[in-house]
């Protein structure tokens, strides 16, 4: 059976996948230098980003189910250019690979070539953008938010401190687990969180995304 044969024509993954790959085609350069030449082949880096991709496109919530899926979804299979007998890969291929792909910078070169080639093929304009940010939670206990010269003896064997009736800031304070993250709010009222912030740039006559820091 043609697995190809069986993706509808007017399928949206379809132009997704035809810009994605060439957004690829032009990490070839990037991808020598991440992979070499010799010792035991690994799962293409063209494949993980595209995975990474199926998994925001579905709400996917882990690496586990996204290889869960890839053993019956045909349309994943497809669109990962997997034919219908090849054994998938294991989700311990991300956390492998995921060191070299941060390195490298391979995920924002993989955005920054989509927008590319979104811009060649015309399907956004130079006009109509506007800002939009959101906080992401950390994975950092509140528990580890702690005074920047604390010292370990200061904690119970267990890691836990008394915080009761003391303030905390980030001028002061630091998580020990994420010392990048930053404890911050979504709004007034909200409850204060270990959080990244994140901007994006939408271009909005499209509703694409074309930059975000």
């Not at 991440?34 to 035991?40: F, P």
């Not at 955005?111 to 304009?125: D, I, K, N, T």
Request: with cysteine.
């Amino acid at each position: 059976m043609n697995i190809e044969e069986q993706i509808p024509e007017d399928h949206p993954l379809r132009e997704i996948k035809e810009v994605a790959d060439a957004a690829l085609k032009r990490m070839d350069r990037t991808f020598d230098r991440m992979y070499s030449k010799r010792g035991r082949r690994s799962v293409p880096p063209e494949r993980l980003l595209k995975s990474m991709l199926l998994m925001a496109l579905y709400s996917i919530p882990s690496e586990v189910r996204l290889c869960e899926q890839l053993r019956y979804n045909m349309l994943f299979r497809w669109f990962l250019g997997m034919d219908m007998v090849e054994t998938p890969f294991d989700h311990c291929a991300f956390s492998d690979n995921r060191d070299r792909l941060l390195e490298y910078q391979a995920t924002r070169k993989f955005f920054e070539h989509v927008v590319a080639e979104a811009q060649a093929r015309r399907l956004m304009s130079k006009d109509h953008f506007s800002v939009d940010g959101t906080l992401l939670d950390a994975w950092a206990s509140m528990k580890s938010f702690r005074p920047k010269d604390e010292d370990d003896s200061d904690n119970d064997n267990n890691g836990f401190a008394d915080f009761k009736g003391s303030k905390r800031s980030n001028k002061t304070h630091e998580s020990k687990t994420d010392p990048e993250a930053k404890l911050m709010r979504k709004g007034v009222g909200k409850e204060a969180r270990l959080s990244f912030a994140l901007h994006a740039l939408m271009e909005n006559r499209n509703g694409l995304l074309v930059d975000m820091r």
